[in-house]
T-cell receptor, first 116, second 117 residues
Framework: DAGITQSPRHKVTETGTPVTLRCHQT?????MYWYRQDPGHGLRLIHY???????DKGEVSDGYSVSRSKTEDFLLTLESATSSQTSVYFC???????????????FGPGTRLLVL | AQKVTQAQTEISVVEKEDVTLDCVYE???????LFWYKQPPSGELVFLIR??????QNEISGRYSWNFQKSTSSFNFTITASQVVDSAVYFC??????????????FGGGTRVLVKP
């Protein structure tokens, strides 16, 4: 158990409303990531964080923002939700090692988001 | 750009049959890492294996085995004597190093394995 929780686990919202998803870890790991999962695409990276207040964009970052004010929490915000953002969102963490790319990512349980 | 291709979208087998999942990747990096994850029907992602580009030895873990061939850019996964509990979606992923910032994973589209009793 990697000690990762996501909240909410399920959410239904309407187009145009802001939505915030939370990822919480108990492992004190430095690196955290947000992915979305869509049929046929596997998982795609939205944003990632390499420390408190240190974040950067991933492959599919348009329409999303993130914040990390504490080591244990990584928030993903959909500024104005659209139907194309209906997806399953996964948070992941990885251990802080030498940064050589070998860190294994462990995933949270996921959040199912439906935008009507 | 990194790319991972899992050409098989779905495989259906009868229990006790062997099943091999293909994974082909593209990268310009000389050092990289490959991963397999399992996603059972319950939806969570379970880490199975990590392999670095310098280690081409095959690996076996119980009924699972992995064949890494750098020459063909493939990292295939075999389940021997499949069981119903092996029914899941399996993802292959390639690591892209972000200097001093962890790593980004590029995932294949996944292969759904259905094991029938």
């Amino acid at each position: 158990d990697a000690g990762i929780t996501q909240s909410p686990r399920h959410k239904v919202t309407e187009t145009g409303t802001p939505v915030t998803l939370r990822c919480h870890q108990t492992e004190n790991h430095r690196y955290m990531y947000w992915y979305r999962q869509d049929p046929g695409h596997g998982l795609r990276l939205i944003h990632y964080s390499y420390g408190v207040k240190d974040t950067d964009k991933g492959e599919v970052s348009d329409g999303y923002s993130v914040s990390r004010s504490k080591t244990e929490d990584f928030l993903l915000t959909l500024e104005s939700a659209t139907s194309s953002q209906t997806s399953v969102y996964f948070c992941a963490i990885s251990e802080s090692t030498s940064g050589g790319g070998q860190e294994t990512q462990y995933f949270g349980p996921g959040t199912r988001l439906l935008v009507l | 750009a990194q790319k991972v291709t899992q050409a098989q979208t779905e495989i259906s087998v009868v229990e006790k049959e062997d099943v091999t999942l293909d994974c082909v990747y593209e990268t310009r990096d000389t050092t990289y890492y490959l991963f397999w994850y399992k996603q059972p029907p319950s939806g969570e992602l379970v880490f199975l294996i990590r392999r670095n580009s310098f280690d081409e030895q095959n690996e076996i873990s119980g009924r699972y085995s992995w064949n890494f061939q750098k020459s063909t850019s493939s990292f295939n996964f075999t389940i021997t004597a499949s069981q119903v509990v092996d029914s899941a979606v399996y993802f292959c992923a390639l690591s892209d190093v972000i200097k001093a910032a962890g790593n980004k994973l590029t995932f294949g589209g996944g292969t759904r394995v259905l094991v029938k009793p």
